[in-house]
Every structure is written in C-alpha cells, then in structure tokens.
C-alpha cells in the first residue's frame, strides 16, 4: 500500500532533549515536505526537499532541522525544544512534475513539550 | 501567494450532493486548483485538482470557473464518513533552481463539512 509513514505517533518529551520525528515514503516520491498544525493558524510549512541532499526552509524552520540522505526517508530534528514547538506535525509527499500531482500525507504527530 | 476564500462551514444531509464553493481571484495562469479534506484526527487527504477543465474522480468532482477566479467541489452523495475540513489550495508549478517544481501546498482555513444523518 503507497503511504507515509510517521513515528512516533505520540510523543511527550522535556524542553532541550533533542528528539527526531521520522518519515518514510515508499512511492519512490522526490518531494517531501513537514508541516505543523496549530488550532487557530491551520497548517504551515517548516521545511522541504527536493530530491535527496536538496532542502530548503519552508515559512517556519526556526527551531528545526531536516535531511534528506535516501530518498525516502525525511527525518525532522528537533534539537532543542520548546513549549512552543507543542504542535502537530504531519510529513507529506509528492512526485516531482510540472503537473500539480496530489500529496500523500502522514498519519501526524502529536507532539508535547513540557 | 495567491489565497483562496471558502466558507468558514457548511452543513449537508446525508444521500444529498454537496457543493463546496472556493474563490480565489488571484489566481494565476500556471497554479493548479487542489482540494484536499482532513477527518477528524488524520492527515489531509487528497481529493481531486484541475487546471482549466471539470475533472471527476471516484471520490468527487471539480467545476472551474471559466475564468478560474472560483471553483466548486461537489460530493455527489454526502455519506457521514464525508465530515471533514475541505481545503481549497493554489498550488503554484514555479521553476525552482534545480529545475522542477517548488510544489508548495499553502493551506488556508478550509471549511468544516457538518453531514446529518
């Protein structure tokens, strides 16, 4: 079954353990793509990629780090987090084309920083 | 960004068709229209798209505006498992520098669809 796979699904943690969310797509998709969902400013984009070794920041990196070493993998780092890094985070991702194929979404994570 | 507008909500009975209108009078010549849905406690889902002509899936169909600046989703038969956020994006295919397409989804609000029974 073509899908995005994220993990965890839950995750509580404490502010300044770093942690990774992971994403895994197995529709040999070169796009790949992490947003967040917040109550109030629906969905934002944090960062994207390419194609592997090609990232870039989306409208709110600040806080995140990405990498793209296989192409279906996309994991997002949280460094050092803090209470408002508290969110949903979804993964998603796309074929490369000119042709405004649909994205593939993840199942979400919901995230708590305490 | 070109933005869409749609209703904040919406309510259908269920067995009826729905129609759920999108404006977006920025559009430009090279931005896709998507629709995607999102249940309760999922990710968004994809549900249909197009550019200039109506499109029809198994889940949906699309009616474009003939000068694009709106659009309509319509479920033909709205079923409980139908309730959802209904996001109408613009999906700009811009050249990036590596050649292909930024591919950038930016959502907005969407609209809450209420299905009695």
């Known amino acids: 079954e073509a899908q995005v796979t994220q993990n965890p699904r839950y995750l509580i943690t404490v502010t300044g353990k770093k942690l990774t969310v992971t994403c895994s797509q197995n529709m040999n998709h070169e796009y790949m793509s992490w947003y967040r969902q917040d109550p109030g400013l629906g969905l934002r984009q944090i960062y994207y990629?390419?194609?592997?070794?090609?990232?870039d920041k989306g409208d709110v990196p600040e806080g995140y780090k990405v990498s793209r070493k296989e192409k279906r993998n996309f994991p997002l780092i949280l460094e050092s987090p803090s209470p408002n890094q508290t969110s949903l985070y979804f993964c998603a991702s796309s074929s490369h084309d000119r042709l405004g194929y649909g994205y593939t979404f993840g199942s979400g994570t919901r995230l708590t920083v305490v | 960004d070109a933005k869409t507008t749609q209703p904040n909500s919406m309510e259908s009975n269920e067995e009826e068709p729905v129609h759920l209108p999108c404006n977006h009078s920025?559009?430009?010549?090279?931005?896709?229209i998507h629709w995607y849905r999102q249940l309760p406690s999922q990710g968004p889902e994809y549900v249909i798209h197009?550019?200039?002509s109506n499109v029809n899936n198994r889940m949906a169909s699309l009616a474009i505006a003939e000068d694009r600046k709106s659009s309509t989703l319509i479920l033909h038969r709205a079923t409980l498992r139908d309730a959802a956020v209904y996001y109408c994006?613009?999906?700009?295919?811009?050249?990036?520098?590596?050649?292909?397409?930024?591919?950038?989804?930016?959502f907005g609000t969407g609209t809450l669809l209420a299905v009695q029974p």
């Open positions: 920025t559009i430009s010549g090279t931005d896709y």
């Open positions: 197009g550019l200039t």
């Open positions: 994006i613009l999906r700009p295919v811009l050249l990036s520098n590596y050649g292909g397409a930024t591919n950038k989804l930016i």
């Open positions: 990629s390419m194609n592997v070794e090609v990232t």
